[in-house]
């Protein structure tokens, strides 16, 4: 009875070898590669994950009263192959990143080491695990079971097979579906992946909307509602200060005049209202997606933390819902004008109140710096003397003017020339208005360009005239120096109305001598750059100085400032001649890089695009380069 056992044993070990060879000859197939995994521990079939050797000269009965020892394992083979260290892909600022693994055998990016032989201490994908029992010899012996992560997920059922958890995810079809279906021939020669490196590509998509957001658009959005804020403020002290002036009057009046006083009054406090509400109003529409972005974020961190898959792959992005931020509005709270005649009616004594002025400042597209800037094109201006100025204006355009040249021109990226303007005089420097008219200047009036025609704006004497500038609100900034270039100011003019003037600190000294280039920040600050002191001065839309800026110490040369830009973030550029460089320094005057290289050769003009484009314009060549430094 003993013997028949045996030998019964024995037959039933030869035929489980042989069916297991058959098995393996099938299985390393690419096309029928199938994973059947168990619920117990997830270890593939037989075929796939215990390949026993054959036992030489195995004879037929086995000898009689003796019990057949334990097969022993042999020692893995002395093979060139040095298992791999498992490597896994730098996801640092993911923390799905102990869950993405490659395959130590293809080693392709899109492969994930689902899989995990034991014995070879490599990390393999589904496609990889016959691929890799067959390149070595066959009396190796691999230990290879489902590489069971710290953080594993819950995998959704399979819409065909209500039993079978999906394992395989179809890159075509754009679906998840079990190894089932794989062997019963659905989606044949469509590019599959395993379940898990699609998870985890999943994940990390949400991850980085998520730091995205964080990181770029939160900043952006409460930098905006944070100037709101500041206009909130500012805008209600500037009514308090016309209803504290009204008051004094009021005193002055005293009886008589309080009738009218309370008049003035409430039609401050519903102009006060009246404005406050369009800003808050404004602030509501940053304030909302704002909310509305944390809330994004903190459901995916719950989908991100949830280990379900389903909800993982329900996900879809919103980053290009709020890349765009909403306009914001502006308001110049109204001043008032108090007449010095009596008139008749007590209203009219007191004073008019003005009208407050408010201003669509556009919205904008959140953009960040590229690590390494791109030459988009360069082209020749064709200008004998070189460039002066260049200005863009429209999406891929700019007008650029030549030293001692009356000719105006305008370019688009190719260094077509699109138009052409003869002005009166050679101009000294230029901008434009909000409505495409040419402002220009020579040394001593202000010209505009009207359909065509030249027109002089307004004169001065005891002035020479260097640099100008169109505000949002279609004033002008005019910077002037007296004829010793020991002195200057910055004069703010609405039409030829003179509304401000920018020249002493509190201290009253002197801010400027030769303030040779101005221009307005979209948080209508006034960039100044003074080219006798060489440095950069910064004031508030008021005239109060808030910082200067004097180049960066690392830099080899002295810092020569000249031309001056601002962009979409607020931030400042400035032409370095000396270094022949483009400082950018944010809006309160800290540094954030330097832009060299390009070979620019005595750059002396810059202007940034719609698109946050930097042209720069060369001195002596005539050439100009654009080069991209910001992404969205």
Known sequence: MIAEAEEHQG???????????????????????????????LRLEIPMTHVRPESPNRPDTPQEHVRPETPTRPATPQVNVTPATPKVPDFSKSIAAQDILKCDFCQEDDAAGEMYCKTCALH?????????????????????ARYKSSRDFIRPVCDFHSDQKCEIFCKECDVPFCSQCLSEGSHKNHDITGICGTYAVLKDKILKDTNYLQENMIPEFEKNVHQMNQWIEETTEQYDQVARTMSQIGNIWREQLEAAIAHHKNKIQASRTKDVQILTKCEESLTEPLAKIREIINKNKQIVSSLDFKQLFEYRSSVENFRRVPHITEI??????????????????????GHSKITNIPGYVIRIHMENPTLLTTFQSKYKKGIRRLRCVSKGNAWICGFYDRWLKSFDLNGTTRHRILLKHAPICFSTNNRGDIIFLDDHSANIVQDGENECLFRVTDWKLRSVCCTVHDELLIGMTNFQKTEGKVVRYSGLKIVGEIQRDSEGNLLFCMPYFVQENRNLDICVTEVKLQKILVTDKMGSLRFTYSGNPAAKNTFKPLDIATDSKSQILIVDKSNRCVHIIDKDGQFIRIIGGFDLEEPISISVSLEDNLWVGESKSGIVKVIQYMKE
């Open 11 to 41: 037959q039933n070990i030869q035929e489980s070898e042989e069916n297991a060879k058959e098995e393996l000859d099938k299985s390393i197939q690419p096309e029928h590669v199938r994973l059947n995994v168990s619920r117990e521990d």
């Open 124 to 144: 393999l994908c589904t496609a990889c695990v016959s691929r890799h029992i067959e390149s070595l010899t066959s009396t190796c012996f691999h230990d290879i």
């Open 332 to 353: 110049n709270a109204p001043s008032f004008e108090q007449h010095t005649s009596l008139l008749n009616q007590m209203v009219e004594l007191i004073g008019k109140l």
